[in-house]
């Protein structure tokens, strides 16, 4: 059974992991195969996972249409068992270059491709992926809470806010979900007061790269066993890789007392935040899925939370 949180002020109970397509884009991790990623969309729903998380800018839109495809497969039942959090920022231009815009104008254009990508209307959840540094926030959201008031979009929120944009946005309207960077190796959003903002302000959180984008692997591979164009081939060696390597080594032996990997811990270790409605986690196939989701509603006690993050202190100084 999987666990289910409540989604901000909404009636919705969200799985407290759920499945991210930053990958399925095809385009900052690689080349992907797209009925692999279908097949893992549907094992995903089929095993419980209620939302599905996307953007614009995965892979300029063919991240959205995979997850409409998926959702229309076997007589388009899925549609009702998940729900579609996509965000909008950025786009491919008409020369290809990359625009960063939540202008009323852009986000007018995010709404038609949104809905005619995903095949919704209205859209599930949509959430600003980041500030434009151009638009005020108090414009950005305003937009997106008048497209809410009209039926456009059943929830709205933010992504990667600071903490004085997310009061901004608050002000303007109630933020329903908050997505940000937050790990056993980033603790920024915990230290900088955003999580206790959600939290007394009933804004639900939704957590990505809670597995330090690979350092937190259920095995830590070097940079030589990764493709070129991969980042980690250049990040996974050299002194970091070693102080990684004796991180990973002593993460697995608490992960042990549970029967876990040290990604299944990195996981139990996010949600154990009393701010963490959710962790995004990525999947290629659906073995990594079933993997994942058997540490739904687990959660650590303080000490283990304190043993793991003095790990984290130790392997930083070595």
Not at 18 to 23: A, D, H, I, Q
Not at 217 to 240: F, I, M, T, V
Request: hydrophobic share 40%; net charge negative; glycine share 8%.
């Amino acid at each position: 059974m999987i666990h289910r949180e409540p989604f901000g002020n909404t009636d919705f109970r969200v799985s407290d992991i759920v499945l991210g397509t930053w990958k399925a884009g095809g385009t900052d991790w690689g080349p992907q195969n797209d009925l692999a990623t279908v097949e893992t969309i549907k094992a995903c729903i089929d095993s419980g996972v209620n939302l599905i998380d996307t953007a614009t800018g995965y892979g300029m839109g063919h991240a959205e249409r995979l997850i409409g495809y998926a959702l229309d497969a076997d007589g388009a039942s899925r549609r009702e068992e998940a729900l579609v959090m996509t965000k909008w920022y950025l786009w491919m231009g008409r020369d290809e270059e990359k625009i960063r815009d939540c202008s009323p104008a852009a986000q007018a254009e995010f709404l038609k491709g949104s809905k005619a990508r995903l095949g919704q209307d209205p859209l599930d959840i949509v959430l600003l992926h980041r500030d434009d540094q151009v638009t005020p926030i108090e414009t950005a959201y305003g937009t997106l809470a008048e497209y809410q008031a009209a039926g456009d979009v059943r929830y709205i929120g933010v992504s990667n806010y600071s903490l004085d944009h997310l009061k901004r946005a608050q002000a303007v309207a109630q933020i329903q979900n908050y997505q940000v960077r937050f790990s056993l190796l980033d603790t920024e959003a915990r230290d900088d007061g955003r999580l206790d903002f959600c939290i007394e302000n009933n804004v639900s959180v939704g957590v990505f790269s809670v597995l330090g984008q690979g350092w937190l692997a259920p095995r830590l591979k070097p940079g030589a066993e990764y493709p070129a164009w991969d980042r980690r081939h250049e990040s996974h060696q050299g002194p970091e890789f070693e102080r990684m390597v004796f991180l990973h080594r002593e993460l697995q032996k608490i992960a042990d007392r549970h029967g876990w990997s040290v990604t299944q811990l990195a996981l139990a270790w996010v949600l154990s935040h009393p701010a963490v409605t959710f962790a995004i986690v990525g999947a290629s196939t659906p073995s990594q899925v079933e993997h994942n989701l058997a540490v739904s509603g687990k959660r650590l006690s303080k000490d283990e939370i304190a043993e793991c993050e003095a790990l984290v202190k130790e392997a930083r100084k070595r």
